[in-house]
Each structure stands twice: as C-alpha cells, then as structure tokens.
C-alpha cells in the first residue's frame, strides 16, 4: 500500500514548480533590504543636522544615541577630534547646580521673601558664560562650573540710604555666609552695579547659623594666599580660634591635599593616581580651583579621590594612631609603607607632598594648634 504524502509536509516544502523561482528571488529581496540604509543614519551623517540634534540632547541622550549601533557611532564620531567639537554645541546639562542644591543647605535668613536667588542654569539663561569643562569636556555654564565663593541669593534694601544684602557658600560647604561688597566696609574698590551674581568677589563674613563674632575677610586674600607657607591663616583669623568659622572651609579643603611620606616613598612610589613630584609646591586657591574652567563634578570627584587617600592612611589603616590627629598635626603618623614618621627624628620625619600638584612641601617645625579636617564626605 502506497503512503500518502503528509498535508503538513506539503504546506511547508514548496511544490518543484516554484521551488526554483523562491530560491532565485530570496537573495533579490535581502540584497534590496539591504541597499537601503538607514534613514537616522542618513541624517547623522549630515553634520548640520546632527549638530540640531546635539543642541538639544543631554549627555545620557547623546551615548545612548551613540550606542545605537556602530555604524550611528562612526557616522558621529568619525576622528578625534569629533568628540571634543560635538560635546561643545551641547547646552549645559545642569549637573553643577544639581550637586549644589544637594549640598548647600539656605538658612532661614536667605529664605525670606525677598531674596532672589542667582542659581539658574545658563541652559535655561542664554546670557551666561559657558566653556567646556577642562577635564570631563562637556559644555558648562558659569553657575555649574565651581567657585571658591558661590553668591547664591541677593535680597535688595528697603530704603534708599541701605545696601543689598548678598550671601552664598565657599566652595561645597552646606552653610550660607554673608558676602559684603567694599560700600558695606566703606572701602574703595568695585562694587557691584547689577543684579548679577557677586562670585569670588568682596569679603566673607561669618555664616548665618553661627554664633561667635568674626570679623570679616578679605576673599582675595584667601584666594592668593600662598598655600606652600603652611596652613591657612589670616591676620582678621587671630581674633578667634583657628581656624575660625569663616575660613574653615577652605581651610578643611586645602589641609586636605597634604600626604606625608618617608623618603623613600616619596621618590618611588605612586599614591593612587597621584605621583609625587621633586618641584616645590606653589598652589593658591585661585590658582588651582578658579585657574581652568572646572566643573562642579568634576571638582568633587577630585575632592572625593584625595579625601580616600588621607582617610585610608590615617582611618582605615591605623585608626588608633590617627584619632585626634588631623593632615599637617600630628606628630607620629605612618608612612603609606608602615615606616614611623617621627617629628622628633628628623630622619624618619619625611616629607608632605601636596595631591594637587603632586609637589613638596616645607617641613613642619612645630605641631598645629588648629583643628584636624574632617574625613567625612
């Protein structure tokens, strides 16, 4: 008895008539499919178009474009130079003022009614100064790049015979300070004659939460002192303890950078990404922090790496050692290798090097009076 051909067989292999025809025209489609490119290609690969597109991408949105596909990937980024010049027509992300709306905690002072606040992103203001970041190279406008002082809310006077009142934070630091201009010192110098914001400019009067009395400073005598000479202090800081509410900030951050290490270490050997150096240490706050346009990320991702440093030298590895005694203070500390650094032995004393230039710095020849920095983030 002959069997009969499956009906399910049949349905799924095509009859000798038309098996030739199939076969011949399968490659005609996939080669047609394939002719045809993609239409998003077509316009990233027009360098006008893809700049209208860029302008308004956020950085997500531009690698996640980019990663589409290696052909999208090459179409944008087809040299080395293209990264560079593409990050430049991207607005302002915002990423800066993000960080500070975090950190920065307003008083109730700079909460009142009538006070304005200065922190708009320049992507959303046309008329604010903007370059890449010199380090992450991404466009950043004046508000997200770091200051040393940030003037974050201005409060204009009642009365034609006062004065506006400024305020705004150094660096990262989460309490707001008055800022007073050189008319509130009854100072020659320049005062501000706009609404615009009052930037590392005038002197630094004491937070608005403290309770001790200190007279002001000078903010560009902070920002040119020369930090190679020891720690911060300043003539008006005598009159309190060191280092007074005004400067601590800045002083946390600057004792921050020191390392002390042996001899030895120091010619050899690499701390994280850090590699000391023979030249002799010459930062200033102006230098390092308002020298490039840096954004706020970035500088707190530098803060973070070398604050890892200290902590894990003078809290994670020797905790008993290391409680009371802060960066430039204590007199028996250990080398990243284990050697004693006695300051009562001037062979095993060593050297501090600076993580900001990765410099000397000058021997201590006594031990610091003022408060150790604070390991904490």
């Keep these: 008895m002959k069997r009969k051909r499956s009906q399910d067989l049949e349905a799924a292999c095509p009859s000798p008539k038309f098996a030739k025809h199939g076969a011949s025209r399968q490659p005609q489609a996939s080669e047609k499919s394939g002719s045809e490119p993609c239409s998003l290609l077509r316009i990233i690969e027009q360098y006008g178009l893809l700049v209208s597109i860029v302008s308004n991408l956020t950085p997500e949105d531009l690698f996640a474009l980019a990663a589409a596909s290696k052909a999208i990937y090459k179409a944008m980024f087809s040299g080395e130079a293209s990264m560079p010049n593409i990050l430049r027509k991207m607005p302002c992300a915002g990423r800066g003022l993000q960080i500070r709306h975090i950190n920065h905690v307003r008083s109730p002072v700079t909460l009142r009614p009538r006070c304005l606040g200065f922190d708009v992103c320049g992507a959303m203001m046309g008329n604010i100064e903007t370059h890449p970041c010199v380090r992450c190279k991404l466009n950043t406008c004046d508000e997200c790049r770091i200051h040393c002082v940030f003037n974050s809310t201005f409060e204009p006077e009642e009365e034609p015979d006062e004065l506006p009142t400024y305020s705004g934070f150094v660096l990262l630091s989460p309490h707001d300070m008055g800022i007073l201009t050189p008319a509130h010192l009854k100072l020659p110098g320049e005062n501000p004659t706009t609404m615009a914001p009052y930037h590392d400019k005038g002197f630094l009067d004491s937070p608005w939460i403290a309770t001790d009395f200190v007279n002001p400073e000078s903010i560009a005598e902070i920002l040119d002192f020369d930090l190679a000479r020891g720690p911060l202090r300043l003539a008006n800081d005598s009159n309190a303890r060191h280092p007074s509410s005004i ?6 951050y600057t004792e921050q950078r020191k390392m002390k290490m042996c001899d030895d270490c120091r010619e050899v050997q690499q701390v994280g990404d850090f590699h000391p150096q023979q030249h002799k ?12 346009w840096t954004c706020v990320g970035c500088f707190q991702k530098e803060c973070l790496g070398i604050c890892g440093i200290t902590r894990a030298q003078f809290c994670f590895k020797y905790p008993e050692l290391a409680a009371g005694f802060g960066v430039g203070s204590s007199s028996y500390l250990r080398c990243t290798c284990g ?13 501090q090097v600076c993580l900001w230039c990765n410099g000397l710095l000058a021997h201590e020849e006594g031990v610091d009076d003022s408060e150790p920095p604070s390991v904490e983030e």
Aim: hydrophobic letters at 35%; charged letters at 25%.
């Design 247 to 252: 400067i601590k900030a800045f002083w946390h």
């Design 281 to 292: 240490c010459a930062c200033t706050l102006r230098k390092h922090v308002l020298g490039q």
């Design 339 to 351: 050697k004693i650094l006695d300051g009562q032995n001037r062979k095993g004393f060593g050297r």
